[in-house]
C-alpha cells in the first residue's frame, strides 16, 4: 500500500502542476484582454476628439443638379434604399470610418471617401449641391511621406483588428478594406490619374509612370505596360500631399460649375466593373452604405467628364496645357530642323560638285583635249591653252589670261570659312538639336534591328538565289591603305631575303660620305639573310603602340633601322626606288589575281620642294605601276613645325607653294609635265595625315595668311584643311573644263584630337579616313547620315592606335545608317594574312556578328 501510495505521488504531483500553471496563464490572458480593451477604448476615444474638432459635413446633390442631370434622379429611385434605423449608426462607427488613416497613409482611402459614409447623408441626397472640398483633408506643403509596404499592410491590419473588437466589423465591409486594398486581382485595381501620374489605388505601393513626358495628365486610364514600374515588397513607397490636395482642387472647381453642356473627353475614368465589390450580400446596411457611395461617385465622375472641356478657367489654368505643349515643342522641333538644314546648305556652299558625275561619263579615248587615250602610260602631247593663274594669300587664282583681272573660279574666303565653321560648332553645343538628333540616330538604329527581324530570312533567301554572287567573288575596295605598308610582314621578308641572295652587290645607299652595298649595309648591322625572320623585323604593332604614334611610325623600320627603310619602303633613295616598286608589282600581282579586290595607295609628297611631283611621277611610269585594280591619292603630311625648325621651310606659304604650283602648271600645259599628267589621270584624291591628338589652337575668324605665318608653331589642322580645299577647288574647276579627272579632298579625320577637325572635313570634304570621334557629337554624326559622308574605317587599325576593338563605334555607324567601308590602313603593321582586306571583314563579322548579307 505504501509503495502504491509513493508511485502515484509523481503522477498527482505533475497534475497539481500542470493546474497551478494553467490558472495562472488564464489569470495573465484575463489581464492582458482587459488591458488591451482599456487601451483600444483610449485610442478610440482620442480619435473622436480628433474628429470631433476637424469634422466636415459635405451637402448632398441638389435637386437643380438632378433637374440638369436626369441620369442622377432616374438611378437613385433604382438603387436601393437606405432603411431609417440605419440613419442612426454609431458616432464610434461614423468617426471611425471617416478618419481613414489619412495621416498615415494619404492614398488608402482614395476609391471611395470623396463622399461621406453616413447613410443619413445620402437619405436626401438629392437636395443639396454637389461639393468636393472633403478632398482637402490633407494641407498643403506637407513633405513626401516614405511608407514601406510591409508597414501599410502591418498597419490597416492592425486598425482593422481594432475595429473588428470594438463593433464587429467583417474584414469586407470594414472601414479600411484590406482586402481591397492590397488584393492582386485584376478586377480589384482602381486607377486615379493624379498630376500626370497614375496611382494605382487598391495594390499597395505600385506606382504607376505616365507613357510619355508630353503626354496629356488624363490620357489613359488603363493599365501601365512600362517596365520599371512596379515596388518591390520591401521597397518604399513615396506619397506626396501635393497630388492630393491638387486633385481636389481640380474637382473642386469643377463641380462648382455650372456651365455643364455636352460630353467631351473625359478627365479620368473609373474602373465600373470594380464599384461593387459583392453583389451577394447587398443586404447589410453597411454594403448598401458602400454601394451609394460608389455609384454617387460614378455620377460625379460623368459630370466631371461633361465639364473639363468647357470650363475655360481649368482649361487655361488648371489642367495641362496639351495645346500650347505642342505647339511649343514643334516650334523647337522646328527651329532644331531648320538649324540642322541650315548646316547641310553650309556644307553644299563649299564642297566642290562635278557638273557630270565621274561614274556618269563616258568613256573617252584618244581625246586630244583631255590627253587621256587607251595606253595609260604613254603620253599623247595636248596643247596649252592661255589661262594664267597666281598664288594670292595662299589661294591660287586662274584668268583667261595673263592681261585680265577676273577671277574665272572664285572661292569663298578663309574669313568666311571659319565663321561658318564657327557657327557650325556653336550649333553642335545646342541642348535642343543634340538631344534631336541623339533621338534620330536611336531611332534609325531601332528602325534597322527592326528591318533585321522582318526581313532577315527574305534577304539572305533572295541572297541565296543570285547566281554567281557570294562574298569572295563580289567587289571589294580598299578605301584606305598606306603604299609604304601595303605587303604584309611576310611578304616583306620573303623580298628582303631574296634581294639579299640575288643582288647583294648593289649600292643602294649613301652615308656619311661613303657608298653602301646592300651586302655591306646588312655587315654593319651584323646581319645576313639567315638571321632574318618576322620577328626580327619587329614592324608589327603591338601594346607599345598604343597612344603612342610615334612608336607606331618607327614600325615602318624594318629591324628598328631607318637605312633598311630608305632602301626598301622609299621611292626618293639612290635606286631611285626600284625596291619599293618591284614589291608593289607583287602586291599589284596578288590584287589582279584575286580579280574581286581594289586598292586605293596613299603615296606621300612632303612639301619640301617643287621637284616631288617629277620625281614621284617619274618613279610611277618608269616602274609602270598601272593596274586597273588600283588607283591612287596623294598625302600631304602635316609637317609645316618640322620643316621651320630645318630651316626647309620659312612661312607656311612655302609649302603650299611647293605643293599645288606644278599642279597648276600641269593642268595648263600637259607637255611641261608629261610624266606627271599621266601620273594625275590615275590620282583621284588629296589626304591630310599625321597625328590628330596634338593639342592645338582653335582658329579664329581672322587668321594670318600663309605668308604671315613665320612661327615655329603647326597650323591647326582646319586651316591646313582650308588651303587645300581652296586649292583643290580652283584646280579641278580648271581641270573640268579641259576634260581632265578632278581630285577630291579625302583626309584623315577624327582618329583622334577635337571633334573640331570633324566639324571642318564635314564643310570641305568629300569622304573621311577613321571618324570614330563621330561618337562624341550626335549632331556631326547625324549630320554625317544626312550628308552621306563616305567613313573609311580600319577597326584593327585603331586597335592598335587609339580605340579598343570591343568600343569601336563602326557597328554603332553601320546600324545606324551612315556610309561607312571597311578599310586596312597598314597590312605591314596591322595584319597576317596575304589578303588583308578579307582579315578584316572576317574579323569584323566575328566580332560582331554580321551575317553574309551584312559583309556584302
Not at 798 to 806: C, G, W
Amino acid at each position: 500500500m505504501d509503495s502504491s501510495s509513493s508511485s502515484s505521488s509523481p503522477s498527482s504531483y505533475s497534475i497539481n502542476l500542470a493546474l497551478a500553471a494553467l490558472f495562472g496563464a488564464s489569470v495573465m490572458a484575463i489581464s492582458a484582454f482587459f488591458i488591451h480593451k482599456r487601451s483600444v477604448d483610449q485610442v478610440l476615444d482620442r480619435l473622436l476628439k480628433l474628429r470631433s474638432a476637424t469634422r466636415r459635413h459635405p451637402p448632398s446633390f441638389s435637386s437643380s443638379a438632378a433637374a440638369e442631370d436626369p441620369s442622377l434622379a432616374s438611378e437613385d429611385d433604382e438603387e436601393i434604399e437606405i432603411a431609417g434605423d440605419e440613419e442612426e449608426i454609431a458616432s464610434d462607427d461614423d468617426v471611425l470610418s471617416r478618419y481613414r488613416v489619412s495621416s498615415s497613409m494619404p492614398n488608402v482611402g482614395l476609391s471611395n471617401h470623396w463622399f461621406d459614409d453616413r447613410p443619413t447623408e445620402f437619405g436626401n441626397r438629392a437636395a443639396a449641391s454637389v461639393s468636393w472640398d472633403k478632398l482637402n483633408l490633407i494641407p498643403s506643403g506637407l513633405p513626401p511621406l516614405h511608407t514601406a509596404r510591409k508597414d501599410v499592410e502591418s498597419v490597416v491590419q492592425n486598425l482593422n483588428m481594432l475595429s473588428d473588437s470594438r463593433m464587429g466589423l467583417t474584414e469586407s465591409s470594414g472601414p479600411f478594406e484590406v482586402k481591397n486594398l492590397f488584393s492582386k486581382d485584376k478586377g480589384q485595381d482602381h486607377y486615379v490619374n493624379k498630376s500626370g501620374s497614375k496611382i494605382r489605388v487598391g495594390s499597395g505601393g505600385r506606382l504607376m509612370t505616365p507613357r510619355s513626358s508630353r503626354g496629356y495628365a488624363f490620357d489613359s486610364t488603363g493599365d501601365s505596360d512600362d517596365e520599371g514600374t512596379e515596388v518591390s515588397t520591401g521597397q518604399d513607397v513615396l506619397f506626396t500631399y501635393e497630388d492630393l490636395n491638387s486633385s481636389a482642387d481640380i474637382i473642386n472647381l469643377h463641380a462648382n460649375n455650372s456651365d455643364i453642356h455636352n460630353v467631351s473627353a473625359p478627365p479620368f475614368e473609373v474602373d465600373n466593373s470594380s464599384c461593387i465589390s459583392d453583389q451577394k450580400c447587398r443586404a447589410t446596411a453597411n454594403e448598401a452604405e458602400e454601394n451609394v457611395v460608389q455609384h454617387d461617385a460614378r455620377k460625379a465622375d460623368t459630370a466631371l467628364m461633361h465639364a473639363v472641356e468647357n470650363d475655360s478657367i481649368v482649361t487655361n489654368n488648371i489642367l495641362p496645357q496639351t495645346t500650347t505643349m505642342n505647339e511649343s515643342t514643334d516650334k523647337e522641333e522646328e527651329e532644331v530642323w531648320k538649324m540642322i538644314r541650315g548646316c547641310l546648305d553650309l556644307r553644299e556652299r563649299y564642297v566642290y560638285r562635278e557638273n557630270v558625275a565621274p561614274w556618269m561619263k563616258a568613256p573617252v579615248e584618244g581625246s586630244s583635249a583631255s590627253g587621256v587615250n587607251s595606253d595609260p602610260l604613254c603620253f599623247v602631247p595636248v596643247e596649252a591653252t592661255a589661262h594664267h593663274f597666281r598664288m594670292e594669300d595662299g589661294v591660287v587664282r586662274v584668268y583667261a589670261s595673263e592681261n585680265d583681272a577676273t577671277d574665272l573660279f572664285p572661292v569663298a574666303s578663309s574669313t568666311m570659312f571659319f565663321t561658318d565653321m564657327h557657327h557650325l560648332l556653336k550649333v553642335m553645343s545646342i541642348g535642343n538639336v543634340r538631344s534631336a538628333c541623339h533621338h534620330r540616330l536611336r531611332f534609325l538604329e531601332e528602325k534597322f534591328r527592326l528591318h533585321l527581324l522582318i526581313k532577315a530570312d527574305r534577304e539572305f533567301l533572295a541572297q541565296k538565289s543570285a547566281p554567281h554572287r557570294d562574298f569572295y567573288n563580289i567587289r571589294k575596295v580598299d578605301t584606305h591603305v598606306h603604299h609604304s605598308a601595303c605587303m604584309n610582314q611576310k611578304q616583306l621578308l620573303r623580298f628582303i631575303k631574296s634581294k639579299l641572295r640575288n643582288e647583294p652587290d648593289e649600292v643602294v645607299i649613301f652615308r656619311d660620305g661613303m657608298y653602301f652595298t646592300l651586302k655591306e649595309v646588312f655587315e654593319s648591322l651584323q646581319l645576313t639573310g639567315y638571321d632574318l625572320n618576322v620577328d626580327l623585323m619587329d614592324v608589327h604593332a603591338d601594346k607599345s603602340t598604343f597612344h603612342r604614334f610615334d612608336k607606331f611610325n618607327l614600325k615602318y623600320n624594318p629591324c628598328g633601322q631607318s637605312r633598311l627603310r630608305e632602301i626598301f619602303l622609299k621611292q626618293d633613295n639612290l635606286i631611285q626606288g626600284r625596291f619599293l616598286a618591284e614589291v608593289t608589282k607583287q602586291v599589284l600581282s596578288d590584287l589582279e589575281a584575286s580579280k574581286y579586290q581594289m586598292a586605293e595607295y596613299r603615296v606621300s609628297i612632303y612639301g619640301r620642294k617643287q621637284s616631288e611631283w617629277d620625281q614621284l611621277a617619274s618613279w610611277f611610269i618608269n616602274n609602270e605601276l598601272y593596274s586597273e585594280n588600283v588607283v591612287w591619292l596623294i598625302q600631304i603630311p602635316r609637317l609645316y613645325n618640322v620643316y621651320k625648325s630645318m630651316g626647309t621651310a620659312t612661312s607656311f606659304q612655302n609649302i603650299l607653294d611647293n605643293v599645288f604650283i606644278p599642279l597648276f602648271e600641269v593642268t595648263v600645259d600637259p607637255n611641261s609635265h608629261p610624266h606627271l599628267h599621266m601620273f594625275l589621270m590615275q590620282v583621284v584624291g588629296f589626304d591630310l595625315v599625321d597625328d590628330e591628338s596634338k593639342p592645338e589652337r582653335r582658329p579664329t575668324k581672322h587668321m594670318p595668311k600663309p605668308a604671315e605665318w613665320t612661327n615655329e608653331f603647326n597650323p591647326a589642322y582646319s586651316y591646313y584643311a582650308y588651303y587645300c580645299y581652296a586649292n583643290l577647288y580652283t584646280l579641278n574647276k580648271l581641270r573640268e573644263s579641259k576634260g581632265m579627272p578632278t581630285i577630291r579632298l579625302r583626309p584623315h579625320c577624327g582618329e583622334a584630337g577635337d571633334v573640331d577637325h570633324l566639324a571642318a572635313a564635314f564643310l570641305l570634304c568629300h569622304n573621311i579616313s577613321h571618324g570614330i570621334i563621330l561618337r562624341k557629337s550626335p549632331v556631326l554624326q547625324y549630320l554625317y547620315y544626312l550628308a552621306q559622308i563616305g567613313l573609311a574605317m580600319s577597326p584593327l587599325s585603331n586597335n592598335s592606335l587609339f580605340l579598343d576593338y570591343h568600343r569601336n563605334p563602326f557597328p554603332m555607324f553601320f546600324q545606324r545608317g551612315l556610309n561607312v567601308s571597311l578599310s586596312t590602313d597598314d597590312p605591314l603593321q596591322i595584319h597576317l594574312t596575304k589578303e588583308p582586306l578579307v582579315e578584316e571583314y572576317s574579323v569584323a563579322a566575328k566580332v560582331h556578328v554580321f551575317s553574309s548579307f551584312h559583309l556584302h
